[in-house]
């Protein structure tokens, strides 16, 4: 079982950064580091949309919509992958949700709510 938490959300305005942190809590370090790690967000009445992953740790994707302003990382120590969110614009305001893969199985947080207000 690798069990993501999400935490960081919080009210931003504009032009601010926030960074969002996703613990898969319960699983030895060797299991995380071989599990891969993605962030998604879903604002109300839209589906669930992906904003990055990272695989190891170098290999990352990003959507076009937070290329530049957003970097993805992991520390296979901490268990622990985060999403550094820079120049946030009131669109970005969702739940984020942290996503692992392993063995074949998806994982998902339940999620942290991040606000961008103008």
């Known amino acids: 079982q690798v069990q993501p938490v999400e935490s960081g959300g919080g009210l931003v305005q504009a032009g601010g950064s926030l960074r969002l942190s996703c613990e898969a809590s319960r699983v030895s370090r060797s299991i995380f580091s071989n599990s891969a790690m993605a962030w998604y967000r879903q604002a109300p009445g839209k589906q669930r949309e992906f904003v990055a992953q990272i695989i190891n740790l170098a290999r990352t994707k990003y959507a076009d919509f937070v290329k530049g302003r957003f970097t993805i990382s992991r520390d296979n120590a901490k268990s622990t992958v985060y999403l550094q969110m820079n120049s946030l614009k009131p669109e970005d305001t969702a739940v984020y949700y942290c996503?692992?893969?392993?063995?074949?199985?998806?994982?998902w947080g339940q999620g942290t709510q991040v606000t961008v207000s103008s």
């Open positions: 996503q692992a893969v392993y063995a074949g199985v998806l994982y």
